[in-house]
C-alpha cells in the first residue's frame, strides 16, 4: 500500500507551533486557577527577543502540596517602559486569565526604577490595588549592582596606583 506524504508549508508548522503554544499557555493558566490555589506570586522582567522588540515576561509563583512552583505565562509585547504601561499590560492580561489582583502576594521585579519606584513604580501601582502584594528584592540583579560596583571600586584603585606611579 503507498502513503501520501504531504509536506507542510512554514506558514502551516507556524499556525501549528502557535495553536500549540496558545493551548500550552491555557493549560498552565487553568492549572494555577484549578489546583484551589489562592494565592501567589508574580515575577515580571523585559527582554528583547531576536529582532529587539521589547517583550513583557510573566512568571507566576505559588506553593502546592507544600512545594513551591513556578510557572511561565506569557511573553507580551511592550511599547515602552513606563511603569503605567507595564501596569497595564499585566493587569489586562491577568485579568483576561481570570488570576485576581487581590490574591497577589509577593512581587518581584528587577531594580528598575520604573519597576521599584515607591510612588510611582510598577509594585507600587500594584500596591494600591492590593496592599498584600509585598515586592521582594531580585537578588540575582542586587548581586550584578554589587558586583559591578565592586569591579568599578578595583578598577578605579588600580588606576589611581598606576598614575602614581607614573608621576613619581
Known amino acids: 500500500e503507498k502513503v501520501n506524504i504531504i509536506y507542510l508549508s512554514k506558514f502551516m ?21 484549578n489546583l484551589d490555589i489562592k494565592y501567589y506570586s508574580i515575577i515580571v522582567d523585559s527582554t528583547p527577543d531576536m529582532t529587539h522588540a521589547d517583550q513583557l515576561v510573566i512568571v507566576v509563583r ?11 505565562l506569557a511573553f507580551l509585547p511592550i511599547e515602552n517602559h513606563s511603569s503605567t504601561t507595564l501596569f497595564n499590560k499585566i493587569t489586562e492580561f491577568l ?42 528584592p531580585c537578588a540575582s540583579h542586587s548581586l550584578n549592582l554589587v558586583g559591578e ?3 568599578l571600586l578595583y578598577l578605579n584603585a588600580k588606576f589611581k596606583f598606576s598614575y602614581g606611579a607614573i608621576e613619581r
Open 62 to 72: 505559588y506553593c502546592y502540596n507544600g512545594k513551591p512552583c513556578e510557572r511561565f
Open 149 to 151: 560596583k565592586q569591579c
Open 95 to 136: 485579568g483576561e486569565h481570570k488570576l485576581s489582583l487581590e490574591n497577589i502576594h509577593g512581587q518581584l521585579y528587577n531594580n528598575a526604577s520604573n519597576m521599584k519606584g515607591l510612588e510611582k513604580g510598577l509594585q507600587a501601582l500594584l500596591k494600591n490595588i492590593n496592599r498584600y502584594a509585598d515586592n521582594v
Open 13 to 33: 508548522y507556524e499556525e501549528l507551533i502557535e495553536i500549540m503554544g496558545k493551548h500550552v499557555k491555557d493549560e498552565m493558566v487553568n492549572q494555577t486557577n
